[in-house]
């Protein structure tokens, strides 16, 4: 798997040789979304390739205003793969954005952001390659229902897997009754697990987009599944993040279903997360591997997860910048947000997983969710960890091995444990404050911006909504 072009001029024979008719040049906004633009082959040149390629980012939200709206997009011809849902052969490219005003990579484009940071820890001297491995959940749900008017706000998903179908009719065949339940759909087999087949054509169609798949199974949550995935370096990462998501929506819509990556759709189950799972390397060797200290992490590693524990509000304003990521984020649902470490242990924000030779050494951040931006949320990560490095490690506690959920708010207060904040609001006034380690890959005024548009348009309309739980405990007061 993993490149099937390596330069332009194997961009063009890959291309001929599968009878390309169009290529599709996408590029992600800060929320992380895919946006495209597609040219038929025969405009596709090597000096637009080289060039760029205009488009008005003032159409895009939150980008450029109207009286500075030309941009280019940059293509990245080494990330092409075939398009395997569209009807004519396609070709995708992704890209990053060119800012033609201040003549350099555009300050608000996250997969450009991402290339500053991981040049920042190449000039620290720090480590020569960042590995990142995201575990992407999802929900596939049968059918999803939103009203959102001043008078009425609801939602409603429908799933065949969902205990509330126990009592449902069916008009072509009986109710089967074999459901996961709540908390109960981890490694099922059929009919238990209704998802078999779906997963199946996912793990094919990431293969075919160049992703590598180790494995796929039913999550915790009913209607909840994930596929597992091999690492990459930052940028791949965070590029192969937004293929996953793209083919499990499309492989999902396609088959009369719809999947959501959503952190907290169903109260009182698991919810979706993105466990991301990182190591520094240098000269071909992994500096966090220290052989016989605890869970044979180095120092370097522990100072590293320091930065991300110290930076924790301003990191969470881009793991987990939506207000729904902070529902998932309660004790007893596999969404730790105690900042402490552990071998093994699920209950820990940082867990080190089980059997790490020097290899395979590394930390795995439970708490991110799949709301985030990739590149953004990946950049967060690795510039609080340098900043951690360079300051020579802050105050951790840990490890920890015992099941934290079990812990009372007084009983972690005493022991000195910090938590992640609870609200995005919380989460994005920390970043207010605290950013600095964030330089060069996010300016001063991409700070200000995001967290501008982070309010206006996901914190203050969701406080002023009333909920349906509100009017129960609320209504006859």
Request: proline content about 5%; charged content about 25%; some cysteine.
């Amino acid at each position: 798997m993993g490149k099937f072009v390596n330069g332009i001029d194997e961009f063009f024979k890959y291309c001929e040789e599968n009878e390309v008719e169009f290529v599709d040049f996408r590029f992600t906004d800060i929320k992380g979304a895919w946006h495209h633009i597609t040219y038929r082959m025969s405009a596709v040149n090597k000096e637009n390739i080289e060039g760029g390629l205009p488009f008005d980012g003032s159409s895009i939200e939150n980008w450029q205003p109207i009286n500075q709206s030309d941009m280019l997009l940059m293509p990245d011809v080494d990330t092409t793969f075939l398009d395997p849902f569209t009807a004519d052969t396609t070709a995708v490219v992704i890209c990053d954005v060119y800012d033609i005003y201040n003549n350099e990579l555009y300050a608000k484009c996250p997969r450009s952001i991402a290339k500053k940071a991981l040049k920042a820890l190449e000039e620290a001297g720090v480590a020569d390659a960042a590995y990142f491995g995201p575990e992407n959940e999802f929900f596939i749900f049968d059918d999803v229902q939103i009203i959102d008017k001043d008078n009425q706000q609801s939602f409603k998903v429908e799933s065949d897997e969902g205990h509330w179908a126990d009592e449902k009719v069916y008009e072509d065949y009986g109710n089967m009754g074999h459901r996961p339940r709540i908390k109960g759909g981890y490694f099922p087999v059929m009919p238990t697990d209704s998802m078999v087949d779906i997963r199946a054509e996912i793990m094919q169609v990431l293969e075919d987009v160049g992703i590598d798949v180790v494995l796929g199974h039913h999550e915790v949550a009913q209607a909840q599944g994930e596929i597992g995935v091999v690492f990459s370096d930052i940028i791949t990462a965070a590029d192969n993040v937004q293929k996953y998501k793209y083919v499990v929506k499309m492989v999902a819509h396609l088959n009369g279903k719809t999947a959501t990556f959503m952190p907290k759709p169903i109260y009182n189950d698991n919810g979706n997360g993105m466990h991301v799972h990182q190591s520094l390397w240098k000269d071909g060797k992994n500096l966090f591997y220290k052989e016989g200290e605890y869970a044979n992490l180095s120092k370097t590693a522990l100072d590293y997860l320091s930065g991300i524990f110290k930076h924790k509000d301003a990191v969470a304003a881009f793991t987990n910048p939506s207000t729904n990521s902070y529902k998932r984020l309660l004790p007893g649902f596999e969404a730790p947000r105690i900042l402490t470490y552990s071998s093994q242990n699920r209950s820990a924000a940082c867990r080190i997983p089980y059997g790490a030779g020097e290899k395979s050494t590394r930390i795995e951040t439970r708490f991110p969710d799949s709301s985030s931006c990739p590149y953004l949320a990946f950049t967060a990560l690795m510039m609080a960890g340098l900043d951690g490095i360079k300051n020579g490690g802050y105050e951790i506690v840990g490890p920890i091995n015992e099941d934290l959920f079990e812990w009372s708010r007084d009983e972690l207060k005493k022991r000195g444990i910090k938590e992640l904040p609870n609200t995005l609001r919380d989460a994005l006034e920390g970043l207010e404050e605290d950013h600095d380690f964030l330089a060069p890959a996010m300016t001063p005024e991409f700070i200000k911006e995001y967290v501008d548009y982070m309010f206006e348009r996901h914190v203050i309309p969701v406080e002023g909504r009333p909920t349906a739980y509100e009017y129960v405990s609320t209504y006859s007061c």
